[in-house]
């Protein structure tokens, strides 16, 4: 097996399953967390990814299959998808590609479910699909302010990692998100989106 | 360059001397009165303002005794605009306008948090560090990237110091409260679930606060263990999540909170296991004091003039991802 990523919470591997190439991607032990919390949260998570990264096929979102689930040792064995993640691509990419994000952000929340990590590393750009992938922190959840927090998240990242796209790329994700939400929807998602950022440590009051 | 810091952005009136010579910077002196407030009480803020006004004058005079110099040999003064409580700040302003007007000294109004990044920068020699700055006023994981420190996550709510401090406080002690639920917490390993709330790179800390003080009445050293090591769980899963997307390869931790063992310990883990070299700001500095302000100024003096006096104001919420930086 061969170790492609040391992410935040997992290891990712490659590996095989059934003579196909496939990620294992493990959640270790963490040294650093009181053991029970440790446990808790990577068992949680694990079933919580095995499950909702299923359950979102059926309204359509292109995610990786999973092949095999092993709650004790927190490893999930799944469907490799061998292109580049969004945030690896050139700037124009990005931004055209934020239009398609947004609908498949939309997509979700229509259908009640928020990701939890909204980021540009976590979409896989592979043979014209946007594959959405680590699902670790998804939620199904029918809370409007829920899929705001979700909204925030992507609106932090490009806002940091991607500050000189920024406009174009939120521009294009509104856009791809409001199209499948609805505007009624989008209006109230995104207002409640300002009321989350005014709420953040000394925010500029409007 | 000789540089005079003023401080006084919450419960610290603090005057620093900092001589710069080229990149390097020594500091002559960093002298400090700290408000208290009574047990179990916040700060108030017109109490803490008269208390920096009181003693505003010894401070000065003994921050400029112990650098061995006179008003007359300092190059400009700077002072923290914000953020922070508004009659707090104004004492600092107050001192450093009538020094500038009446001395011809250039002035400097400086972004608090911002000097408490500068300055770790300098102490600790990090070059290009992912910043986790956890303090009373802040919980913040910011980067540095085209001319402005960018927010990668932070609180939604309470921040981190706050959070302490209101537990703290809930059971008695005094604020700043870190290091009583510190040692209370070292003697127990008796974990009790509490509320775990990250959002992405975001985290949340007003469940927890709550669900802590319903444990308590059991035992209040497990409560404060258990508090410690979600809350510090939390912000090492979001520092993992910053650092594995920023890919960057130094971690620098700043603020009051900095000075807690226990998260400086699970940090060091976070940072092992991410081959990444691991800053702590020196124990005295981890705290609000007058040379984070003094060395920003100094910093700031290579490419601007000193502002006008008219421009000298405060602004109580300045975030500090809205400062362009061009030294």
Request: charged share 20%.
């Amino acid at each position: 097996m061969k170790l492609i990523k040391k992410g935040a919470e997992a290891d990712i591997y490659q590996t095989k399953w059934n003579n196909s190439k496939a990620i294992l991607k493990i959640r270790k032990k963490k040294n650093y967390r009181n053991p029970s919390l440790d446990l808790k949260i990577r068992k949680q998570r694990t079933i919580k990814e095995s499950q909702i990264i299923s359950q979102v096929k059926l309204f359509g979102i292109p995610t990786p299959l999973v092949y095999f689930v092993n709650l004790k040792k927190a490893l999930i064995i799944m469907q490799e998808i061998p292109g580049k993640t969004i945030h690896d691509l050139p700037e124009l990419k990005i931004i055209e590609l934020s239009k398609e994000i947004g609908k498949l952000v939309g997509m979700l929340h229509k259908n009640g479910v928020i990701h939890g990590d909204l980021t540009t590393s976590n979409f896989i750009l592979f043979q014209k699909t946007v594959f959405v992938i680590d699902f670790g922190l998804s939620q199904n959840t029918i809370k409007p302010e829920d899929y705001a927090v979700d909204l925030r998240l992507i609106k932090e990242i490009l806002n940091s990692a991607h500050a000189k796209i920024m406009e174009p790329a939120w521009n294009n994700f509104l856009i791809g998100y409001r199209s499948i939400v609805g505007n009624a929807n989008y209006v109230k998602i995104t207002k409640l989106v300002s009321d989350i950022e005014s709420r953040g440590r000394y925010a500029a009051v409007i | 360059m000789l540089g005079l810091g003023i401080e006084s952005t919450a419960h610290t009136f603090s005057c620093a001397i900092i001589e710069k010579k080229g990149k390097k910077g020594k500091i002559l002196s960093d002298v400090r009165k700290i408000y208290h407030p009574a047990k179990g009480e916040g700060i108030h803020p017109r109490e803490a303002s008269r208390h920096h006004i009181e003693n505003s004058s010894s401070v000065l005079s003994e921050c400029l005794r112990e650098a061995n110099t006179t008003i007359k040999d300092l190059d400009l003064i700077s002072y923290a605009a914000g953020p922070g409580l508004g009659p707090c700040l104004r004492v600092g302003a107050v001192v450093a306008r009538s020094l500038a007007s009446f001395y011809k000294i250039p002035i400097y109004p400086v972004n608090h948090a911002i000097g408490h990044i500068e300055l770790g920068k300098l102490l600790t020699g990090a070059t290009n560090p992912l910043v986790l700055l956890v303090s009373g006023g802040h919980t913040m994981l910011l980067a540095f990237l085209n001319k402005q420190w960018r927010v990668f996550g932070e609180t939604l709510d309470i921040t981190l110091g706050q959070l302490l401090d209101q537990f703290g406080r809930s059971i008695g002690f005094a604020s700043p409260c870190g290091k009583n639920i510190e040692e209370l917490a070292s003697t127990s390993s008796n974990y009790i679930m509490l509320p775990y709330s990250v959002k992405g790179n975001d985290v949340s800390f007003s469940g927890l606060l709550s669900a802590t003080k319903s444990i308590v009445k059991k035992s209040k050293v497990d409560a404060c263990y258990s508090l410690q090591e979600t809350a510090f769980a939390m912000i090492s899963e979001v520092v993992e999540r910053a650092l594995s997307f920023t890919r960057k390869k130094e971690l620098m931790i700043v603020g009051g909170v900095a000075a807690n063992k226990r998260l400086s310990e699970m940090l060091q883990d976070v940072c092992k296991r991410h081959g990444c070299k691991f800053f702590v700001v020196p124990l005295r500095y981890t705290g609000d004091c007058g040379s984070q302000i003094c060395w920003t100024g100094l910093l700031e003096s290579q490419v601007k003039q000193g502002a006008l006096l008219k421009d000298t104001l405060i602004t109580q919420s300045w975030r500090l991802d809205s400062v362009k930086i061009n030294y």
